[in-house]
């Protein structure tokens, strides 16, 4: 059976990681946010996790040399997967052109791009009250958290035409329940 190879996409605070966890159980796939591998780094305190902090910190984007080698990483680790779920990756085009090479180089290629749509207000909204709580110091300020979805618009958002012009762009509502999110999400997915 082929596998299923999902881009989970959407600004900061789309609900990215929530959904993925739904996800993930429902078809047995393995989960990869490159934002949880580099906070994973950082409380490891490795020289790649102090570096990126600074960045993050910032709210801009990680040298794409970083994410796709960590990205390689884990899609060699996990052959036996039954696919994967991309989560905050890939935020650039070089990203995206290294993930098809190493996925299409497997004969596994991506299934869809599933594009999380959240109005600006409610991502700013949803951000700030995480961050009284999670202790991401990019949640805090919300000068940050602008800064985020303008790297996302200026950068990630064009990756639509991308993956459009492979016919695997599908925009899917942000906007509800958790529940009512992951239904259209599944529905998205067939
Ligand atoms: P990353 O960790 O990927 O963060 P992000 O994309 O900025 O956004 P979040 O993870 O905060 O949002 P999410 O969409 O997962 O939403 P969530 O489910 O958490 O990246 C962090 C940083 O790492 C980047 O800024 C960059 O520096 C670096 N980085 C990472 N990947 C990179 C890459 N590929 N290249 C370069 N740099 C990279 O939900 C958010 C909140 O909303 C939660 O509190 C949740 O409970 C709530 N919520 C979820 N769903 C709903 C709902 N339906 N209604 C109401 N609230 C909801
Ligand atoms: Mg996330």
């Known amino acids: 059976m082929s596998k299923l190879n999902i881009v989970l996409f959407g ?13 993930i159980k429902k078809y047995g796939l393995v989960h990869l946010s490159t934002g949880d591998l580099l906070r994973a780094e950082k409380e490891a305190g490795t020289e790649l996790g102090l ?21 390689r990483n884990k899609i060699e680790a996990n052959t036996a997967a039954k696919g994967f779920i991309f989560d905050g990756f890939p935020r650039t085009q070089a990203q995206a052109v290294a993930l098809d090479a190493m996925l299409n180089a497997k004969s596994e290629p991506i299934t869809a791009m599933l594009a999380l749509e959240v109005p600006e207000e409610e ?16 949640d805090s300020n919300e000068g940050v958290i602008r800064t985020r979805i303008r790297e996302y618009e200026n950068k990630t958002a064009p990756l639509k035409a991308y993956y459009s012009a492979q016919g695997k762009y599908k ?3 942000g906007v509800g329940s958790v529940e009512e999110i992951t239904g259209r999400l599944m529905k998205a997915i067939g």
């Open 51 to 71: 570096m990126a902090q600074e960045i993050m910190g910032r709210g801009e984007l990680v040298s794409d040399e970083i994410v796709i080698g960590m990205i």
């Open 171 to 173: 925009a899917i509502n």
């Open 11 to 23: 600004p900061p605070g789309a609900g990215k990681g929530t959904q993925s966890e739904f996800l």
């Open 123 to 138: 991502l700013v909204k949803r951000l700030l009250g995480r961050g009284a709580t999670s202790g991401r110091a990019d």
